[in-house]
Each structure stands twice: as structure tokens, then as C-alpha cells.
């Protein structure tokens, strides 16, 4: 069995780390941090900005800044699928 987050790295996706800074509801003078990762796609970050949406919609911290950080963990150039086995005995 292939495991599904190698399958996304193949087919694009790479690790996203998104730095959230959002307000407090009860003190909006502070700010706190929250840090999310998922495997997404660059430039348009699909997976994060699901994520996002769900946070203005449902929680009461509203958003104040978000920094991502995005890295494909598997560069076409480092993989190649082999098609067939050899047996070493």
C-alpha cells in the first residue's frame, strides 16, 4: 500500500507551514500565534485557504496576519518511476 501523502508529493504538493497571527476576542489588543502544516500546492495554497475560510466562519479570532512557507519535498528530477523488478539473489 502507497501511502497517500507520497502520492500528493508526486503528484505536486509540497509541505506548507503557515504562521497565523490572529486577535484575541476577549483582548483585542493582544495578538496570539497559531501555526498550521499540511501538505498544498504553490502559488495558490488550495488547502490552506480552505482552512482559513473555516476560521473566519467559525471561530471568533479575527485573522491579522498569516506567513507561509512552502518546500516540494520531491523535485521531478529526484524521482523516477521504474517500470519492472530485478530479483538480487
Known sequence: ?????????IDGYGLTTA??????????????LYVWQDYD???DFPTLQGFLDFWKRELEGALHSVRVAH??????????AVNGIITVH
Open 71 to 80: 518546500q516540494r519535498l520531491i523535485r521531478p528530477s529526484e524521482f523516477r
Open 19 to 32: 504562521e497565523i497571527h490572529y486577535r484575541l476576542p476577549d483582548q483585542p489588543s493582544l495578538l496570539q
Open 41 to 43: 500546492l504553490a502559488p
Open 1 to 9: 500500500m502507497i501511502d497517500k501523502d507520497f502520492i500528493r508529493q
